[in-house]
């Protein structure tokens, strides 16, 4: 599980899991089957600490939401990013379809409150926009590019959200 929210999927090795685990690689494959089972297992794992993670505000507090996804995003953002970068991998690509299911369901059940009184003919552009204006690209270009400070940051994406959410 470490090395899956360290690194990237495809770079994950039997190696690498039977030497942290302090055991041969024989017996990983035997307690796991094959390489890709192991990483479901581990996905899952992470995936779930993950969930809990960003649940944690409630529906509606945006300056909560947002503080969770930096934190989520500060811990794993640059992982998450490589793995964009390198959707292309059949071995990855299930990961980052999965990320962007739960990212965009995440999205609309924690600004749902706020999202009550979108007309239904803009709720899914809205949607979409919000997506987009809380994703790790957005995280991503204000800490990592332009170098801003988190609180900084964060006061950034919460004026892109709220801004999207009067204007909807």
């Known amino acids: 599980m470490t090395l899956l929210s360290s690194r990237l ?10 030497a942290e685990a302090a055991v041969s690689v024989p017996t990983v494959l035997r307690a796991y089957g094959t390489r890709a089972r192991l ?3 581990a996905l899952e794992k992470v995936l779930e600490g993950m969930g809990a993670e960003l649940r ?4 509606g507090d945006v300056a909560g939401s947002v503080t969770a996804w930096f934190d989520h995003y500060e811990t794993f953002g640059d992982v998450v ?7 292309s991998d059949p071995a990855v690509a299930p990961i980052v379809q999965i990320g962007r299911t739960r990212h965009r ?5 924690q600004l749902a409150p706020r999202l009550a009184g979108v007309p239904e003919e803009r709720r899914a552009m809205v949607v979409d926009a919000l997506v987009c204006a809380c994703d790790v690209y957005t995280w991503k270009l204000l ?26």
């Open 143 to 168: 800490r990592r590019d332009m170098g801003r400070p988190r609180d900084e940051a964060e006061a950034t994406m919460t004026m892109m959200i709220e801004a999207l959410l009067e204007g909807a």
């Open 56 to 59: 944690r505000p409630e529906p």
């Open 39 to 41: 990483i479901e297992l």
């Open 105 to 109: 369901r995440h999205v609309e059940s």
């Open 9 to 18: 999927r495809s770079d994950v090795r039997l190696e690498d899991v039977a």
């Open 81 to 87: 990013v490589r793995n964009l970068a390198d959707e």
